[in-house]
């Protein structure tokens, strides 16, 4: 456990599935997991660490689902970018994507969907949220925190822009060594880095 917080209780693998990756071509395993906080269906997409990485800890992105992003390339947000270009990553050097089922901020698909009304009117996405009578982010990354601890990744750089996630997987007793950007955003070169 780091020092920053307190554990929370242990998931259990359930399964692991041997996949290829599209794209990449790099052979992965889904994983699966049995008591999780929430009781969701979350997965892990693992890709084992290219030997020139052993001297870095595994790269981590936690994605949020979003099927108006991840499947539909909707241009409203960066969520299916964010995953292609962490797929890719983890598929360079190794690591794991955490796909969590927490769609839309966590408030579920149908009202993201009225939020994104309300964003046509000219509100922000937290705004929006809000006149729903929903917080402006209701995702729990004490899930995420359990995933990490059973794959054996309690210590890991993070792909990712939100300083919340950081927080609270902090909070959960994870290690983050390094922070990189979530994606390329249209910048040349290795992704950028923060260390903490």
């Not at 979003?66 to 990553?89: E, I, K, M, N, S």
């Not at 309300?118 to 009578?133: I, M, R, S």
């Not at 609270?168 to 260390?195: K, M, N, S, V, Y």
């Amino acid at each position: 456990m780091g020092a920053s917080g307190a554990r929370v209780p242990p998931a259990a693998i359930r399964a692991r599935v041997a996949v290829v990756l599209r794209g990449t071509r790099s052979a992965a395993e889904l994983v699966t997991f049995d008591r999780l906080l929430d009781g969701r269906e979350h997965l892990a997409i693992v890709v084992a660490d290219a030997p020139e990485s052993a001297a870095h800890p595994p790269l981590v992105r936690v994605h949020s689902e979003c099927l108006t992003g991840d499947v539909f390339g909707c241009d409203r947000c960066r969520c299916g970018p964010q995953l292609q270009y962490a797929l890719g990553a983890i598929a360079e050097r190794g690591g794991a994507v955490l796909y969590l089922r927490q769609e839309g901020r966590g408030i579920g698909l149908y009202n993201k969907l009225d939020a994104y009304v309300l964003q046509d009117d000219g509100y922000d996405t937290y705004e929006a949220n809000q006149l729903l009578g929903r917080g402006a982010d209701e995702r729990d990354y004490g899930v995420a925190a359990q995933m990490l601890y059973a794959l054996g990744m309690p210590r890991i750089e993070l792909l990712t822009g939100n300083p919340d996630k950081v927080r609270q997987l902090r909070t959960h007793g994870i290690e983050i060594t390094a922070i990189l950007a979530a994606d390329d955003d249209d910048r040349p070169g290795p992704p950028r880095r923060t260390f903490t």
